[in-house]
């Protein structure tokens, strides 16, 4: 039985495998911003998804702090993630924070030191992010409507630092081992009185790894305030990797971060009815904020695997919604045929065959021969 599984899994996935090894790596661009807002050239590294070039999909944009050092991890993780269609494909915008400027740009400024009339460290990073770095981004690329932000240690501090000042920007927020300890747990309180007011919207996920206390204290009190203000707007989860170091945590917190951000993404591992699809992708569109269709071979293949069940409403209700929504497709009017041919009824695969006739234009000879010998071929 586990080969038979195995042996559908592969004809509903087959043609996304078949095709990674003609997908290009991602590739990687590297652009200077003369910012405004920082008063200096600042670099970024731009991760396009494999196929980028080759197609004219739009994606969603995840941006990371110390872009150079996390960037080819993440765009790797991402990548595989993206082909088996366990999250989307993404553009990763690694924003490059040098050892000279990182704790100036990730870090907040003491409440004793702010001056009200000008942004200073991690806002005024926040605010070169949101006003300059975004729009080169959303102008170069093709970008959907939907960003998340990433960051580790002072890069999660920063990130739950934006979630907090500038709710909605981002739909997702990443932060792992974030140095919560910093002002003297600073951002607790401003976490609390945004919670408080119910002000947090999106997807966010936390992480820690086996730290001092400095660390892992205010890190548990940061949780506890997401439990005790749980909000419908803000979806929340976090995680301790009990076995990671403070600097080894990072490629496991992106990877359940990005699980996170995603879930409800990937499709159960189980045969799927046209209405159990429909909600997947449903629920896709509203996270990327973009119409999702379910896709003609993923329909073809879960068609297929409910023909092999004998599932014969569900499979027939299938099919022919996908001979329906890709009228224009010989394999979607072929697998309908074939089906109604598995299921016994002649007359059914007879008016499938005449229906491809008329809906297919420029239907060639040999087309309709190959649709015409399903008959004998007995299904």
């Known amino acids: 039985m586990k080969k038979i599984v195995y042996g559908l899994l592969l004809l509903i996935f087959g043609s996304a495998w078949s095709a990674l090894a003609a997908q290009n790596?991602?590739?990687?661009?590297?652009?200077?911003?003369?910012?405004?807002?920082?008063?200096?050239?600042?670099?970024?590294?731009?991760?396009?998804?494999?196929?980028?070039?080759?197609?004219?999909?739009?994606?969603?944009?995840?941006?990371?702090?110390?872009?150079?050092?996390?960037?080819?991890?993440?765009?790797?993780?991402?990548?595989?993630?993206?082909?088996?269609?366990?999250?989307?494909?993404?553009?990763?915008?690694?924003?490059?924070?040098?050892?000279?400027t990182r704790v100036r740009d990730l870090t907040v400024t003491g409440a004793d030191k702010q001056n009200t009339q000008q942004l200073a460290n991690a806002d005024r990073f926040l605010a070169f992010v949101e006003q300059e770095v975004i729009p080169l981004v959303k102008q170069r690329y093709r970008t959907l409507d939907y960003q998340a932000l990433s960051g580790t240690s002072h890069g999660g501090q920063f990130a739950i630092n934006a979630l907090v000042k500038r709710p909605g920007l981002f739909d997702g927020v990443i932060a792992i081992s974030p140095s919560l300890y910093w002002n003297k747990h600073q951002l607790l309180e401003l976490t609390e009185l945004a919670m408080k007011s119910n002000q947090l919207q999106g997807r966010l996920y936390v992480s820690i790894a086996n730290e001092e206390a400095a660390m892992t204290e205010p890190f548990q009190k940061f949780v506890e305030l997401t439990q005790r203000y749980q909000s419908e707007k803000l979806k929340v989860a976090s995680q301790i990797f009990s076995q990671e170091t403070h600097n080894t945590t990072v490629l496991q917190g992106q990877y359940y971060g990005l699980k996170h951000l995603f879930s409800g993404w990937a499709i159960p591992?189980?045969?799927?009815?046209?209405?159990?699809?429909?909600?997947?992708?449903?629920?896709?569109?509203?996270?990327?904020?973009?119409?999702?269709?379910?896709?003609?071979?993923?329909?073809?293949?879960?068609?297929?695997?409910?023909?092999?069940?004998?599932?014969?409403?569900?499979?027939?209700?299938?099919?022919q919604w996908n001979r329906k929504t890709y009228a224009q497709s010989l394999n979607a009017h072929a697998a309908l045929i074939k089906a109604c041919l598995h299921f016994n009824m002649a007359?059914?695969?007879?008016?499938?065959?005449q229906q491809?006739?008329?809906?297919?234009?420029?239907?060639?000879?040999?087309?309709?021969?190959?649709?015409?010998?399903?008959?004998?071929?007995?299904?």
């Open 25 to 100: 790596y991602p590739e990687i661009q590297q652009l200077v911003i003369d910012s405004t807002v920082l008063g200096e050239k600042r670099n970024l590294v731009v991760y396009l998804p494999a196929g980028y070039q080759n197609n004219k999909d739009h994606f969603p944009v995840l941006y990371i702090t110390d872009g150079d050092i996390q960037g080819p991890h993440t765009a790797g993780s991402l990548d595989y993630l993206a082909k088996f269609d366990q999250t989307p494909a993404m553009i990763v915008v690694g924003i490059v924070n040098p050892p000279q």
């Open 347 to 353: 007359d059914a695969a007879k008016a499938a065959l």
């Open 356 to 379: 491809a006739f008329e809906s297919i234009d420029g239907l060639s000879a040999e087309q309709k021969a190959q649709l015409e010998g399903l008959f004998t071929q007995g299904g």
């Open 269 to 319: 591992e189980s045969p799927q009815t046209l209405a159990d699809l429909q909600t997947i992708f449903e629920n896709r569109s509203k996270l990327l904020n973009t119409p999702m269709a379910i896709p003609e071979d993923r329909a073809a293949g879960y068609g297929q695997w409910l023909q092999y069940l004998n599932r014969q409403d569900d499979a027939l209700a299938l099919l």
